[in-house]
């Protein structure tokens, strides 16, 4: 992960070709609630905690129980997937004034892409922010007097997130989110001590690369795992943010560093949870077992007692409730302002922040209290959420790939990505069980593989009318 950052970040970095003393939306745009210069440690760690969340936790965890091949997918999903996504995306956000993804995805993929985007997206967010908040309520009502319910901390939590949402972002988001992202990382390095004190048996890749998944038969690998691993490797939740980003960068050559450098700090985060996962995930003996808890949430709180003690329980606290919240008031910041370009609305009145967040949470609450109606509800919701957030991402790698092609740069570092996670996306709508039309495995396979020859004919035919 480090010389990925080191060497092909630097070389991503060339290819995009950055320029130091342009000057940045932070500043030819300052409106002092959106634009507005920040420093730059303290926008690399809100990056990282508003792309990490719970996902290089939980995503790290589900993904271990396919065993090794999980690491091999979050270290090259990391450097040559999504560290290119994000760092590419980010800058091109920056290039064009902070623009939001749709009007990045409009300009390179058309404008039908652009309006089909924007809802999508503004969804997507809906969906982020209902996931990303059951999880903690739950905690917290288990933490609190029988009064403080879980139905308490969700009010609490979303009259939060309409604070965060709407005051400028260096009021609460720029002062408290670098101190939660640092309890993020002082957790994953409590793991990673543990791991290296207690030295525990754990698989190796030259073991094997078969499929530990207990519902092997309906989760295969390809292309399971790498929806399953998501933000670990890749993420398109991940550019959503950079737009917020991109508006308070003071140089380009910040980038790396803030993008690229975010994506392999997370996915370092989930090499070490992977890895803590897969020893309490087996026997002493080595076989796998799954009875101890196969919910992600379980297996945290077994690796963290277990391996930390009483400081671990605090830091579980720490990572599973401030995590997520973090990365849905965020997501609800980015659905205002992907709204407000939409629609032109000038968003430094307060007023016209209200006239757009309101009927924002309102939906948000609407599909929260659905989900809780129904035993499955939130499963299936964070199922869908995952996929959803692939597709983005591979939307936007394609986007990455256009605007590379437009520049005479090497548009391959984005082109090779954006077909493999073409294919993964298309099958896993065919070969899911429950979220898809549940096909067999070769019939899906072979229809993931014509959708996606399809967009690379179209790719190579749009390349040859350019010329």
């Not at 290819?15 to 300052?30: H, L, N």
């Not at 640092?182 to 190796?204: K, N, S, T, V």
């Not at 990365?327 to 407000?340: H, P, V």
């Not at 948000?364 to 989900?371: D, K, M, N, P």
């Amino acid at each position: 992960m480090v010389a990925g950052y080191v060497f092909y970040g630097k070389f991503i970095e060339r290819v995009f070709g950055v320029d130091g003393e342009r000057k940045t939306p932070a500043f030819t745009k300052r409106d002092g609630v959106d634009f507005l210069p920040m420093k730059s440690w303290r926008i690399f760690m809100i990056q990282f905690l508003n792309i990490a969340g719970l996902g290089p936790i939980f995503g790290a965890i589900m993904g271990a129980k396919f065993g090794v091949s999980s690491f091999l997918w979050i270290v090259f999903g990391s450097i040559f997937a999504g560290g290119v996504h994000d760092y590419i995306a980010g800058m091109m956000s920056l290039r064009m004034d902070g623009a939001n993804l749709p009007e990045i995805h409009g300009k390179y993929l058309g404008r039908g892409v652009k309006n089909f985007m924007m809802f999508f997206m503004v969804l997507l967010m809906v969906l982020v922010g209902v996931v990303f908040i059951t999880g903690p309520a739950a905690l917290l009502a288990k933490l609190t007097p029988d009064f403080f319910n879980a139905v308490f901390w969700i009010v609490v939590i979303f009259a939060y997130y309409l604070l965060a949402t709407l005051l400028p972002i260096d009021k609460i988001i720029g002062r408290f989110y670098p101190f939660f992202g640092a309890c993020l990382l002082f957790m994953a390095a409590g793991i990673l001590l543990a791991l290296l004190y207690r030295f525990p048996a754990l698989p190796e890749i030259w073991e094997g690369l078969g499929n530990t998944h207990p519902q092997a038969v309906t989760n295969p690998i390809f292309p399971m795992m790498f929806i399953s691993i998501a933000c670990g490797a890749i993420s398109g939740f991940h550019a959503t943010q950079s737009p917020i980003m991109a508006r308070t960068m003071t140089s380009e050559r910040q980038g790396r560093r803030i993008f690229y450098g975010a994506m392999l700090l997370e996915g370092i985060m989930a090499l070490i949870w992977a890895a803590a996962a897969s020893y309490f995930y087996r026997t002493p003996e080595g076989k796998p077992i799954f009875e101890s808890g196969t919910n992600a949430a379980v297996v945290v709180d077994m690796i963290t007692q277990n391996w930390l003690g009483a400081l671990g329980a605090v830091l579980a606290i720490l990572g599973v409730v401030f995590a997520p919240i973090t990365s849905g008031d965020t997501a609800f910041r980015s659905a205002r302002l992907i709204i407000a370009d939409m629609l032109k609305i000038n968003q430094k009145p307060i007023v016209n922040r209200l006239l757009i967040a309101v009927p924002l949470f309102l939906g948000a609450f609407g599909v929260l209290i659905y989900s809780m109606r129904d035993k499955d509800g939130f499963d299936l919701i964070w199922r869908y959420f995952a996929w959803a957030n692939q597709t983005l991402a591979v939307v936007t790698l394609w986007a990455i790939t256009v605007y590379l092609a437009k520049e005479k740069r090497c548009y391959l570092v984005a082109l090779v990505p954006a077909l493999f996670m073409t294919m993964v996306c298309s099958t896993f709508v065919f070969i899911a069980q429950r979220e898809g039309f549940g096909l067999s495995p070769i019939l899906s396979y072979s229809i993931g593989g014509a959708v996606t020859a399809v967009a690379l004919g179209w790719f190579l035919r749009w390349k040859m009318t350019e010329r």
